[in-house]
């Protein structure tokens, strides 16, 4: 997938990956504190199958601008409906887009799929998108302290890249370069965060005010979970009855598909996520 820039109307400037295709659309919207590189091996394997896909750097992510302001859902969905406005003129994506997001980018689909939904094929929601946060941490307090992002403590490139592939060593090495993506050598030799840590609480205050259970009832566009199955992250069976409620209030086709690992699916199993992609279109809730 190939390095892109464009610049919105707003002025900022928006970075992607773009991979050739001929059928279908495919926009790929990561997480909190990610980046478009982490979607590369699903990527890789949709454009082999001949579809179009687009993975996105949002705002404050990757390589795209950081302005210090728009971090709430009514601009990052300003953001992507400019963005993919553009990707429409210059032919690299056509409408309706099927939309895939995880974890954070879940919430931002979901929020453009209620605003635009005539311009939405379907989302796909990567571990993500399936419960309120104010479950787990009632109030912000509680949210902001545990799960602020942690410092990386003087850590060079070297070290950086030597510490994941130690606890991704399950990853394939698309996944790990991804990761690396999430970070920049600074003018000291150390590595930091591309997404600055206050710009981060911004994002997570946003997310922890988000109610899933508020939008799929008037959900118009079907919609596919892909959960993964972690009893170290959480109770496989909190996440089981929070996608069978969701599935349950809405009105529209959905599927659900649940797989052992990671929260970053995508980057562990990219193979898995990118069948159940081409299974959907083909024959799923999103085939036409």
Partial sequence: MKSNYVKLPN???????LGPGEVSSVLMVHGLASNAKMYAGVGEILQKAGIRVVSLDQRGHGKSDKPETGYDYETLVSDLHEFL??????GALTKPVLLVGQSFGCSVVENYALRYPHEVRGIVLIDGGYRSMKLDFPTWDRCEVAL????????????LSKMLKHYMSEFPISAIDGALANFTEGEDGFMKANLPKHLHMKILHELWKQSPEDIFP????????????????????????????????????????????HHDLHAQHPAEIADIILNELAQGVFAQ
């Fill in 11 to 17: 002025g900022y400037r928006l970075h992607y990956l």
């Fill in 218 to 261: 008037v959900l118009s566009v079907p919609f596919v979970f892909v959960t993964a199955i972690n009893r170290e992250m959480h109770d496989p069976e909190v996440k089981r009855n929070a996608v069978a409620t969701l599935r349950r209030s809405s009105k529209v086709d959905s599927a659900e598909y649940w797989i052992s690992g």
């Fill in 85 to 90: 406005s553009l990707m429409v003129d210059i």
């Fill in 148 to 159: 602020a992002p942690p410092e990386l403590q003087g850590q060079n490139f070297d070290s």
